[in-house]
T-cell receptor, first 112, second 112 residues
Framework: AAGVIQSPRHLIKEKRETATLKCYPI?????VYWYQQGPGQDPQFLIS???????DKGSIPDRFSAQQFSDYHSELNMSSLELGDSALYFC???????????FGSGTRLTVV | AQSVTQLGSHVSVSEGALVLLRCNYS??????LFWYVQYPNQGLQLLLK??????LVKGINGFEAEFKKSETSFHLTKPSAHMSDAAEYFC??????????FGTGTRLTIIP
């Protein structure tokens, strides 16, 4: 069965650089969520999209932005990277029956 | 706002012993409840979910959880622990079309 695909798996950036993370949801899932998981922390909700429109916003810094495209893939854009942005970033998609969330394997971002 | 509380950030059990990981939720409306497992440097894997059907939910790897409305609990159990069960476990809650909110996690250690 198709899963949520995230790319890249690993990313190393320097401070003040920009990064773009991509997420390809399961086909016919209509909602995408982005989460940030710092070392030893639980996943924290950043932002979500329903049918390509932003549906909810969590603790996402102003330096970050995201969008969902016509093919339902989503991108998380991160600018002016800081050391504290080093984390595992997960994307999840949700089925139309509203009961299933499926997570991707995550992108590990390291800011040096 | 919805939330879950996981009691015990670290739990150690002997191989073959009962595993019990505790999760309590707060909600004014019926929630959807989930347990996820995360192995080191890996993504979140769904163990099981409660979506207002049967209160006793069976998941993968021999895990199960019982939704108890009177106790606002959704504890995760497994009759006999295996070494391969060592991981971080997250309880999570969602309501309707909202995002998943995670507990702070419980690290399960299996003692040989």
């Amino acid at each position: 069965a198709a899963g949520v695909i995230q790319s890249p798996r690993h990313l190393i950036k320097e401070k003040r650089e920009t990064a773009t993370l991509k997420c390809y949801p399961i086909p016919r899932h209509d909602t995408v969520y982005w989460y940030q998981q710092g070392p030893g922390q639980d996943p924290q909700f950043l932002i979500s999209f329903y049918e390509k429109m932003q549906s909810d916003k969590g603790s996402i810094p102003d330096r970050f932005s995201a969008q969902q495209f016509s093919d339902y893939h989503s991108e998380l854009n991160m600018s002016s990277l800081e050391l504290g942005d080093s984390a595992l970033y997960f994307c999840a998609s949700r089925s139309r029956d509203r009961t299933g969330y499926t997570f991707g394997s995550g992108t590990r971002l390291t800011v040096v | 706002a919805q939330s879950v509380t996981q009691l015990g950030s670290h739990v150690s059990v002997s191989e073959g012993a009962l595993v019990l990981l505790r999760c309590n939720y707060s909600s004014s409306v019926p929630p959807y409840l989930f347990w996820y497992v995360q192995y080191p440097n890996q993504g979140l894997q769904l163990l099981l979910k409660y979506t207002s059907a049967a209160t006793l939910v069976k998941g993968i790897n021999g895990f199960e959880a019982e939704f108890k409305k009177s106790e606002t609990s959704f504890h995760l159990t497994k009759p006999s622990a295996h070494m391969s069960d060592a991981a971080e476990y997250f309880c999570a809650v969602s309501f309707g079309n909202e995002k998943l909110t995670f507990g702070t996690g419980t690290r399960l250690t299996i003692i040989p």
